[in-house]
């Protein structure tokens, strides 16, 4: 799929995502913005997935460990053909199955972890990754961090055993948008020099821009390295990333939007309402 | 314990090579074998609990069979939200073994003592919990929680445990083994205190009160039929546990006994105070610390037998 087509898609789910807000009264909205294009240059370029065939053991294996970005992810799996798009409908709905975070592979197609306590997708995806190793398949494992939810300890720890392991089918992308919850992530905890971290923690790391389209089919449809060191990626994202009134306003971390701001968001990002 | 759990291991990982032996830097040479007959099945996931908890539910997810492996607190406390979404909430099956528990490392202080384990790891939905006697049983529920669909926690003590012979040698995870039969009292037995709970039945013997002893190796599910049984049979049931008395077996079999009617039997609770033990002793003498001996044991029974049938 070209790139061009690739940006589309990731307007449109931008679009589903605030009206999802607003009509669930929802939030999280500004995260969900920022990963939108990393999930659209996997899920519709890189991925080796069939949504005909989810549990594939040659499937590759993407996990958002930053589970509050489900609603992104949700809209995604739809449009790529997981489940039927009518399903949505039932999105944080008495008796539905999706929560505001991802449910577990059992309860959902083409999720392959329960995320939403973070700092745990990382040491799943690293399980998945050695386990391609000791069952002789082919596969790659990502897994989509927040820069707020480096800020746990098992990142690192499973950060240190996929460089001991040479773990070289493993991926991270950190969708550094510059914030967490209640603040500047650089701020919070010492953050920086993130690219340095990874780099020092003994991945092979490199930053891109999170939005460019092109820049994240290139480095998602990178090889394993071959020295077997893990990749990491530090993706320069914008929270809100896509609606001038919301791109680097944390606010819209919990804000939920009006009928008339999902309205003018919609005409921004050129999408139907 | 610990080399029958590394031997045990062993031999499953060479029968089915899904089974992945990962452990928390503890144990150096015990798993030299597993190493040597599981090529590449075996990692030491370094001092990283939650990582370690992580990866082994990754690995479950993608149909391994991972075995984690270290210090009590260190495989339960350290890790506890890891144990309850990664392996629980997926309801994978991963086995967790927690070695020295109870008060098997009494030497080491608190930080890794566990009189809580059985009480946290109970309460968790999808997870099994075992605490076998000897290894004779620890052999019994490894063979019997890989063929779980879902997570297990094993809790072992350390070495030289004594083997508590036993004519039933059919073992099945949630139905306890009757080990000794008697109709006055019942010992509810579950872990590694076994042979001086067999110890305190012959000093009730000998005393004229006939004492049944159960070995429950299974805490969750509970054998409720056997619980039925032995409320209506004994006057008086005693749960004995190496663990605190609130929320191990004695608290689950309390709960159990709150939602039956009337039942002829009463339920008294043995394990350790709820409190940190700040002394320093061996095993043997933090275990007497709590009444957990054979003599104090039959005389709180003796006591307690008195006392329903005056």
Not at chain 1, 247 to 260: L, R, T, V
Not at chain 2, 166 to 190: A, M, P, Q, Y
């Amino acid at each position: 799929m070209n790139v061009a087509k690739l940006q589309e898609i990731a307007s449109e789910i931008r679009g589903r995502v605030i009206a999802n807000s607003h009509n669930t009264q929802t939030p999280h909205l500004g995260s969900c913005l920022s990963c939108v294009d990393i999930l659209v240059a996997a899920y519709f370029h890189s991925l080796r997935i069939n949504p005909q065939k989810p549990r594939d053991v040659e499937r590759d294996r993407f996990i958002l460990s930053k589970g509050h970005g489900a609603p992104a992810l949700f809209q995604v799996l739809a449009m790529r053909g997981f489940y039927p798009e009518a399903m949505l409908d039932s999105y944080g709905q008495d008796g539905g199955i999706l929560a505001e975070h991802p449910p577990t592979p059992d309860h959902l197609e083409g999720i392959e972890a329960a995320t939403g306590s973070l700092g745990h997708g990382l040491p799943i995806g690293l399980g998945m990754a050695l386990s391609a190793r000791i069952n002789k398949k082919n596969y790659s494992v990502v897994v989509v961090l927040g820069d707020g939810e480096c800020n746990e300890g098992s990142v690192w720890e499973a950060a240190m055993m996929a460089a001991a392991q040479r773990v070289g089918n493993l991926m991270i992308i950190v969708d550094f948008n510059k914030w967490q919850g209640t603040g500047r992530s650089e701020k919070v905890l010492a953050l920086s020099p993130l690219v340095d971290k990874w780099r020092a923690f003994g991945w092979d790391a490199c930053e891109v821009d999170g939005h460019d389209m092109e820049q994240l089919v290139k480095v998602l449809s990178q090889d394993k390295t071959s020295d077997g060191k893990p990749i990491a990626i530090v993706a320069h994202t914008v929270k809100g990333k896509g609606v001038s009134f919301m791109e680097d306003d944390n606010n819209w971390h919990y804000k939920i939007p009006s009928a008339e701001e999902v309205a003018t968001a919609h005409k921004e990002l050129g999408v139907r309402t | 314990m610990r080399n029958a759990f590394a031997d045990e291991a062993t031999k499953l990982g060479m029968a089915d090579t899904r089974v992945v032996l990962l452990t928390g830097d503890i144990g150096n040479k015990l798993f030299d074998q597993f190493k040597d007959k599981n090529d590449g099945r075996f990692l030491n996931c370094g001092i990283a609990e939650a990582n370690m908890i992580g990866v082994a539910a990754g690995m479950a997810l993608s149909g391994l069979r991972p075995i984690v492996y270290t210090i009590t607190p260190f495989t339960t406390t350290r890790c506890y939200e890891q144990i309850r979404v990664d392996a629980c909430y997926h309801n994978v099956p991963v086995i967790i073994v927690g070695t020295g528990s109870g008060l098997s490392y009494a030497e080491l202080g608190p930080t890794h003592h566990s009189c809580e384990d059985l009480a946290i790891m109970r309460v968790l939905p999808n997870m099994t919990v075992l605490a076998p006697a000897d290894e004779v049983e620890l052999r019994q529920c490894l063979r019997a929680a890989l063929k779980l669909k879902g997570p297990t926690y094993i809790r072992i003590g350390k070495k030289g445990e004594k083997i508590t012979p036993k004519n039933d040698d059919k073992f099945e995870i949630g139905r306890s083994i009757t080990v000794k039969e008697g109709s006055d009292v019942c010992l509810i037995s579950t872990g590694t205190l076994l042979p001086i709970v067999m110890e305190a039945a012959g000093k009730l013997i000998e005393q004229g009160i006939k004492a049944r002893v159960e070995s429950f190796h299974t805490v969750k599910p509970l054998d409720e039929g056997k619980l039925f049984d032995v409320f209506s049979c004994c006057p008086v049931v005693i749960s004995i546990e190496e663990h605190g008395r609130i929320g191990g077996l004695g608290g689950s079999i309390a709960e159990w006994l709150a939602r039956q009617d009337r039942m002829k039997g009463r339920l008294f609770l043995f394990g350790t105070d709820d409190e940190f033990m700040h002394e320093v002793g061996t095993q043997e003498y933090a275990r007497a610390k709590y009444g957990l001996t054979a003599e104090n044991i039959a005389q709180k029974v003796h006591d307690a037998y008195d006392k329903t049938t005056q």
